[in-house]
């Protein structure tokens, strides 16, 4: 298991630098370091379920790789659905968080809200197309989607994470 | 099932793991956000936060995995008395993986920032507070896993369903509140010499 988790802990170093390169930005506004966690953790699990569902469907042979597909349509609608009912709660949760760790918040409720959710959805449908490709992927070379996709998902999706995050203030910021 | 029904299941399933996540996410954020002093103090350690808290969700939900399916499988008696040697091993193993996974991170974050020609704390510092965080974080976190998928397999719950947002919740939290806790001891040691 150590290769494994050397790899995957290269890949995460990737978003570590991401992250480092808007260190300043992070530090001047305590609210979008509170959404740091949260929001890669929720885009991982956002991935890991739909990655989990779809393995299931495909052991369970309801699965068929067709855009026509209800099983992919509806897994795809819930994931988007998903990320529209928590990324709002997620900024309200960082906005009031900083206000009473920090005392005041230096960026407007609006924005945090605005921030997270603009975040949320654009990795919701990341989230999608990554767990699509790499569950199509496994089943084209005959591995057990249960052993390669959810590990693979929520790394990538841990990293996109964090590079939504970063990309998004820099717009709204 | 159409498209809308199979939306309405998957939504349903998926929206109290996501909630307890979210949670945990927001508590591990609250503390980032209150350890800022700590990361101007250590440059670099922002850049080992994803790779520690990764670790976490890994190793430990690879363990929770494991006791899941030892479980399914009458391998193991979900009692921590007189503990078994397949959970002992497993738990081992699951430690120190986690700790040299974080000592690895710390090693390849040191080198690929001084490469990049970024700030970054001395080597020992960090490696310093990626073993402590390891170990500390590591010791709770089994005991959580083991003991709250022994308590909910004892109650008739599949262990499958509590391991992942169980793991993803406290894993957050515990990482980073370890992260504060490792960087605080290893500053005040080095402050001593």
Request: aromatic residues 8%.
């Amino acid at each position: 298991m150590l290769p494994v988790l050397f790899v995957l802990t290269l890949v995460e170093l990737g978003s570590g630098l991401v992250l480092g390169s808007f260190e300043a930005q992070l530090l001047q506004y305590p609210s979008l370091l509170v959404l740091v966690p949260v929001t890669i953790g929720t885009a991982g699990n956002l991935g890991s379920i739909l990655a989990a569902r779809l393995s299931t469907s495909f052991h369970l042979g309801t699965l068929t790789f067709s855009p026509a597909d209800d099983e992919l349509a509806g897994n795809a609608l819930a994931t988007v659905v998903l990320a529209v009912t928590v990324f709002p709660i997620i900024g309200v949760g960082a906005w009031v968080a900083t206000l009473v760790v920090t005392g005041g918040p230096a960026l407007p409720f609006s924005t945090v809200v605005l921030v997270a959710l603009s975040s949320g959805i654009t990795l919701a449908v990341l989230a999608v197309f990554v767990t699509f490709t790499a569950t199509y992927v496994a089943y084209r070379f005959g591995l057990d989607p249960d052993d390669v996709v959810i590990p693979v998902v929520t790394n990538v999706c841990d990293v996109l994470g964090v590079v939504v995050l970063f990309a998004v203030a820099q717009l709204l910021v | 099932m159409t498209v809308r029904d199979v939306a309405v299941e998957a939504y349903k399933e998926a929206l109290p793991a996501l909630a307890a996540s979210l949670v945990g996410g927001l508590i591990a954020g609250v503390v980032l956000g209150g350890m800022r002093a700590e990361l101007r103090a250590v440059p670099g350690l922002l850049v080992l936060v994803p790779a520690l808290l990764a670790t976490r969700g890994n190793v430990y939900g690879s363990l929770g995995a494991r006791i899941a399916t030892a479980l399914h499988q009458g391998l193991i008696d979900p009692y921590v008395t007189g503990a078994d040697e397949r959970l002992r091993a497993a738990a081992t193993a699951a430690l120190a993986n986690g700790v040299l996974t974080s000592t690895f991170a710390s090693i390849m974050a040191f080198f690929l920032l001084t490469f990049l020609g970024s700030p970054v704390a001395p080597l020992p510092i960090l490696v310093g507070i990626a073993i402590v965080a390891g170990l500390l974080s590591g010791i709770v976190l089994t005991v959580v896993v083991v003991t709250v998928v022994f308590a909910g397999y004892r109650r008739g719950r599949n262990p499958d369903t509590i391991v992942g947002p169980l793991v993803t919740t406290t894993g957050d939290v515990f990482g980073i509140l370890f992260l504060l806790i490792a960087v605080r001891t290893v500053l005040a040691i080095a402050g001593v010499f």
